[in-house]
């Protein structure tokens, strides 16, 4: 059973930074590419960011360009996102997703699972 | 960016009665790479259909998809009392520029 596990949320003051870990179980996590994408609570979907199975190929959502990176560490099957001179309108709940492929080329597909979430609020 | 917009807002329905959701991209969404998702109140979104009109492992034959180009259409030909909640599309055919769109709530009428 494919098992996402997100951590590293909280509250944390604009400006400042966060890093949100993905913990990937139940399957092979070096097959596939990966996302971040958030929901503010009672709000829509926003996709923020994709990593391909190795790395190679990579994605960020306009709003966030220049201060997310996705990164992946195969080895310990896991992905992140660390986040830099966060905003108030980045206060959302993050998820992990996992693409129905590997995301070669940036070559993305749909997200077949999900976790649970993590939620970040940015706030002084 | 590809815009998505979906409609209606909210749809209103009984159990049993036939439901169409309607996704319209600003430009043509390449090879049909369109998904459509379920989001019940917290939940993490489920993945129903993917490459516009393929059905993801587990979901019931009641759900289908439709469309090409800039039109999008997931219909659920009679709903059951679990299919109420919030339904969104995502476009990945502008790899590597994903996008959603606002979503449509389907509630108990």
């Known amino acids: 059973e494919v098992q996402l596990v997100e951590s590293g949320g909280g509250l944390v003051q604009p400006g400042r930074s966060l890093r949100l870990s993905c913990a990937a179980s139940g399957f092979t996590f070096n097959d596939y590419a990966m996302h971040w994408v958030r929901q503010v609570p009672g709000k829509g979907l926003e996709w923020v960011s994709g990593i391909s199975w190795n790395g190679g190929s990579m994605g960020h959502a306009v709003s966030v360009q220049g201060r997310f990176a996705i990164s992946r560490d195969n080895a310990k099957n896991s992905l992140f996102l660390q986040m830099n001179s966060l905003r108030a309108e980045d206060t959302a709940l993050y998820y992990c997703?996992?693409?129905?492929?590997?995301?070669?080329?940036?070559?993305?597909?749909?997200?077949?699972?999900w976790g649970q979430g993590t939620m970040v609020t940015v706030s002084s | 960016e590809i815009v998505l917009t979906q409609s209606p807002g909210t749809l209103s329905l009984s159990p049993g009665e036939r439901a169409t959701l309607s996704c319209r991209a600003s430009q043509t969404v390449r090879s049909s790479f369109l998904a459509w998702y379920q989001q019940k109140p917290g939940q993490a979104p489920r993945l129903l259909i993917f490459?516009?009109?393929t059905r993801a492992t587990g979901i019931p034959d009641r759900f289908s998809g439709s469309g090409s180009g800039t039109d999008f259409t997931l219909t659920i030909s009679r709903l059951e009392p679990e299919d109420f909640g919030v339904y969104y599309c995502?476009?990945?055919?502008?790899?590597?520029?994903?996008?959603f769109g606002g979503g449509t709530k389907v509630e108990i009428k």
């Open positions: 490459g516009a009109s």
């Open positions: 997703a996992k693409d129905l492929g590997s995301g070669s080329y940036f070559a993305f597909d749909a997200f077949d699972s």
């Open positions: 995502q476009q990945y055919g502008n790899s590597p520029l994903l996008t």
